[in-house]
């Protein structure tokens, strides 16, 4: 005992320090560890034992990403971003729709963004579109709405490589035909209001138009085998008067006072059009899967007229509408009802036959949400100039400005074609 305490009384007095903390501190930490322990491994994944890892193949596309989305429904947001293009940076808009140029100061339209309910809707790719599109010829056919779209599209394709025009038929330019050298890629314009034939009303003409429900247009149809996809999009000279011929007898007429015809108005007349038009590619593309032919039909997009053409006010909002601040029904509703069921009627012929892929381009309910984007009074440059307020001015209320709303239709364009893309990879 003695020699023991002699020891302790040698011992330096961090040993001593060391002697007496040591316990006290492991008594602390132990119970501190084993707390973390237990809920520490109920945050923890399962074993790799149970769930083995996921490897990404970069070859296989996620569901989430070839799933099919819903552009119909959906909402419309603000955006910080700025339009691809603008008035002065694209060659080809066509002056009345170039808004910016022509004066329109207020540019709060440019700066809304395309929402769906469930799903993304990427901002457009040019780079992206041209490689799905090599080597192919895109057509978009029908109305000045088809021409509308189209040269927003050339406009965000020239942000990367230049369109040039290698055809026009001169003055009237309904026909013309770019092409993009980098990707081997053609877009052309075909003006076919009605898809069948017809002949179109005019000031020293016919006062109605005529149209022949049983037969396509030729001028656009017998260039189907150099076409890779096909946009149509019509609707809007439907609503003037018309005589309907089927063969040789008059089948009807809309507003067509004193000429003793039936009025059918015209919602089953372009329910008979696209479904002539679509059975004329379908006959003549489909069954061949080594040269498939893309087909999309523009659903029918709203005018949003206010007052009359030539009232100042006639499309003056400069905001879209909420959701359900104004009832979409009536012609809107109807029209876009027919094409989409003629789409779906055509898709289940082709699924015996191949060789076409048909989808209805639904923009009919987004459009109708932006009442602030067409050019108005600016359909004319400067309309106001002189500091007056006129009484009168001519307004488009139908068309879009560009840039404008309409670039989200070829943003839903593309997203379609980038989905099928995928979901063939997926597939193979």
């Known amino acids: 005992m003695k020699k023991l305490k002699e020891q302790q009384h040698q011992a330096s007095p961090l040993q001593i320090l060391t002697r007496r903390i040591l316990p006290i501190t492991l008594c602390a930490i132990l119970p501190i560890a084993i707390f973390r322990m237990y809920f520490s491994h109920l945050a923890e994944p399962q074993s790799p034992k ?4 996921q490897i990404i193949n970069p070859n296989v596309k996620r569901v989430d990403e070839t799933r099919t989305c819903n552009y119909t429904e959906g909402k419309w947001v603000q955006s910080r971003l700025d339009p691809l293009y603008n008035g002065t940076s694209c060659g080809t808009i066509r002056d009345a729709q170039n808004c910016q140029t022509h004066g329109r100061t207020d540019v709060g339209y440019l700066y809304w963004r395309w929402k769906p309910n469930g799903c993304h809707l990427p901002r457009f790719d040019p780079n992206l579109f041209l490689r799905l599109m090599r080597n192919k010829h895109l057509a978009f056919v029908g109305d000045s709405l088809a021409r509308n779209q189209l040269e927003s599209l050339l406009c965000m394709l020239a942000t990367v490589s230049s369109p040039q025009l290698v055809y026009t038929d001169g003055v ?28 179109e009303k005019s000031n020293t003409g016919l006062d109605h138009n005529e149209l022949f429900l049983d037969s396509v247009n030729e001028r656009w149809a017998k260039d189907l085998w150099e076409m890779d996809v096909i946009v149509l999009s019509i609707g809007h000279w439907f609503l003037n008067p018309a005589v309907y011929y089927d063969g040789d007898s008059v089948l009807g007429c809309h507003y067509c006072h004193g000429m003793n015809h039936t009025e059918i108005g015209f919602y089953e007349v372009y329910r008979k059009v696209v479904r002539t038009a679509l059975r004329c590619v379908v006959d003549r593309r489909g069954g061949d899967e080594s040269r498939r032919i893309d087909i999309f039909l523009t659903t029918f997009t709203p005018a949003h007229f ?13 905001r879209p509408y909420k959701t359900g601040e104004k009832a979409f029904e009536g012609m809107n509703a109807e029209m876009r009802r027919v094409g989409v069921e003629e789409v779906e009627a055509a898709q289940e012929v082709v699924k015996q036959s191949g060789g076409v892929r048909l989808e209805a381009l639904d923009v009919t309910k987004l459009a109708f949400l932006r009442p602030d984007g067409h050019p108005g009074p600016y359909l004319n440059p400067f309309p106001f100039a002189d500091g007056r307020h006129k009484d009168r001015v001519q307004n488009d209320c139908v068309h879009w400005c560009l840039p404008g709303p309409i670039d989200t239709w070829n943003e839903i364009l593309l997203d379609v074609m980038k989905r099928r893309e995928q979901n063939a990879l997926h597939i193979n």
């Open 306 to 318: 206010e007052g009359e053409w030539d009232d100042p006010g006639a499309c003056s909002k400069t």
């Open 50 to 53: 149970f769930h083995q890892p």
């Open 172 to 199: 009237e330019t309904k026909f013309r035909r770019w092409y993009l050298v980098s990707h081997n890629v053609t877009l052309s314009s075909y003006w076919s209001p009605f898809l069948v034939m017809g002949v």
